[in-house]
């Protein structure tokens, strides 16, 4: 809530409240150049404000691209040279928007240009959940250690499991897409690029936000306000839903109720068969039955054991010269054992590990003092977070403003988790935003989300929105017309908040707003 005052800092900063605007930009700029860089599956934004004395800010929101992607190591540091020939190697405000890895690779996968002794960054703005002193952010990171570590086991058992049915192979298949997100393709750390990230600012500790912060403007740009309207603070907002009727529960305090029998059955799984380690969720003492590989491997000998044997292991040999077409010893009877199927449950364990992190990104609106106009950067925020900014409101002056006031007045959207289904709310969130002149990006590459497994990303329906309420000012990443430069024709001619477009290829597509 963002109901109290907030704390005064007690040292000077880019995020420091500065006084009223002195004198406002000539109407004839653009208030705002956003560089979006066109990775697919990963964020990175490069904002350029001009600064009262006509000289350049430079704020950077994430750096990075998801494992999958063919060649991503290459793409982001093509992408971190280019914000550095940019920049000319000076960033004034790093933003990390939440600690997933297509949002923060760029600062180990590209360490050689993001040197703090060649690259200069004066403050890294990070959500609250980043701050290790914060009691929630301590009790959120130990949630997300446990169900890491589940996860990563549940992983290497599925990846060791032979003759995978449709099921368990698309849920290996899901749960790696998903822990893509915590590890690059060689299997580094998100935690240690995160770091990375924050340790390139000039001024130490990084500033941690949330919806306690109050609206704040930069010293040397008075004409714009920023609000911070995520993480929340609330954990039942941080609670994971697809949508208003489905949620998953958090509970940062201990781990999910799913988590503990899932840790569970992989140390008992995992366990020296004499050790009988206990396991409250299984029916049965761990003494009893045999174990099923014992079985498959012949180890085991007796009428029960050939039974199994014959009726749910892969194809025996045979001593017959030609077998029946029925003999079931020559046919592949794995597809009926389920002994895998239990895995089913890390399914669940990571959609909330993913979406619970997503719902932790910082939210940012940068408004426009003069014209009420506003810009909105949610990071990866799901659901959860978007229905929280409704709680939301802040004395300016004699005004009450609001998230929904805000919304009104957005004129630009980088759109939430590269268009997924419950990125974006519907009724809080989309139809709240009824500005004439709304612009948007997605950060998508279709194709790559496809063969990953996501399905529908950008989602039809909010693709669907979107170019209904901007009149055809939606970019995507993966928009054909970037490697040619020829804008289709929605594009052609400034409109809404669109004064001009460029782009290099499909390095980036880069936006003057008005």
């Not at 770091?195 to 403007?217: C, H, I, N, W």
């Not at 995992?270 to 299984?282: E, F, G, L």
């Not at 794995?334 to 002994?339: K, V």
Request: hydrophobic content about 40%; some cysteine; glycine content about 8%.
């Amino acid at each position: 809530m963002a109901k109290a005052p907030a704390k005064k800092r007690k040292r000077t900063s880019a995020a420091a409240n500065a006084t009223a605007p002195s004198s406002l930009l000539n109407s004839a700029l653009p208030a705002l150049t956003v560089r979006h860089y066109c990775q697919g599956i990963g964020d990175s934004h490069l904002l350029t404000f001009r600064k009262s004395d006509g000289s350049m800010f430079r704020m950077l929101i994430d750096c990075g691209v998801h494992s999958s992607i063919t060649g991503g190591g290459d793409l982001i540091r093509d992408i971190a040279a280019d914000i550095k020939k940019e920049t000319g190697g000076k960033i004034d405000v790093l933003v990390v928007t939440h600690e997933h890895w297509d949002h923060v690779s760029g600062f180990t996968s590209a360490a050689e240009i993001f040197d703090k002794n060649k690259f200069a960054v004066d403050e890294v703005w990070m959500a609250w959940s980043e701050n290790p002193k914060d009691p929630d952010a301590i009790a959120f990171d130990r949630f997300k250690t446990q169900a890491l570590a589940a996860l990563k086991d549940a992983s290497a058992k599925l990846d060791a499991v032979k003759g995978l049915d449709s099921y368990v192979g698309g849920l290996r298949d899901s749960l790696n897409s998903v822990l893509g997100f915590q590890f690059g393709a060689a299997g580094e750390k998100v935690r240690a690029a995160r770091d990375a990230a924050a340790a390139l600012s000039k001024r130490q500790p990084p500033v941690y936000m949330g919806p306690e912060t109050a609206p704040f403007s930069i010293p040397g740009l008075p004409n714009i306000r920023i609000y911070v309207l995520g993480p929340p603070r609330s954990r039942d907002a941080l609670k994971l839903e697809t949508k208003a009727s489905e949620q998953y529960p958090l509970a940062a305090d201990r781990a999910p109720q799913f988590l503990k029998p899932l840790r569970a059955a992989l140390d008992a799984n995992n366990a020296d068969s004499a050790a009988y380690p206990a396991d409250d969720a299984c029916p049965f003492d761990p003494h009893i039955g045999t174990p099923l590989s014992d079985i498959l491997a012949g180890s085991v000998d007796g009428e029960t054991s050939d039974f199994v044997r014959r009726h749910y292991s892969e194809s025996l040999p045979t001593t017959s010269a030609k077998p029946r077409i029925d003999d079931e010893t020559v046919r592949d009877q794995s597809w009926r054992r389920i002994d895998a199927d239990w895995l089913g449950i890390a399914a669940d364990l990571a959609m909330q590990l993913d979406r619970g992190v997503n719902n932790t990104s910082l939210v940012l609106a940068f408004e426009m003092i003069d014209s009420g106009r506003v810009f909105l950067f949610p990071g990866d925020a799901q659901i959860g977070s978007w229905l929280s900014w409704q709680d939301l409101n802040w004395k300016i002056g004699d005004a009450t403003v609001t998230a929904s006031d805000l919304l009104a007045r957005t004129v630009f959207y980088k759109v939430g988790h590269h268009g997924s289904q419950n990125a974006t709310a519907q009724a809080k969130g989309m139809e709240l935003m009824t500005s004439p002149d709304l612009s948007a990006f997605i950060p998508t590459n279709q194709a790559d989300a496809k063969k990953v497994g996501w399905g529908e990303m950008p989602f039809h329906g909010i693709l669907d929105a979107l170019e209904k309420k901007t009149g055809g000012r939606t970019v995507r990443a993966d928009d054909s017309w970037l490697g040619s430069g020829a804008l289709p024709e929605a594009l052609e001619r400034p409109s809404g908040s669109l004064r001009a477009i460029r782009s290099n290829s499909k390095l980036w597509v880069e936006f003057d707003l008005a």
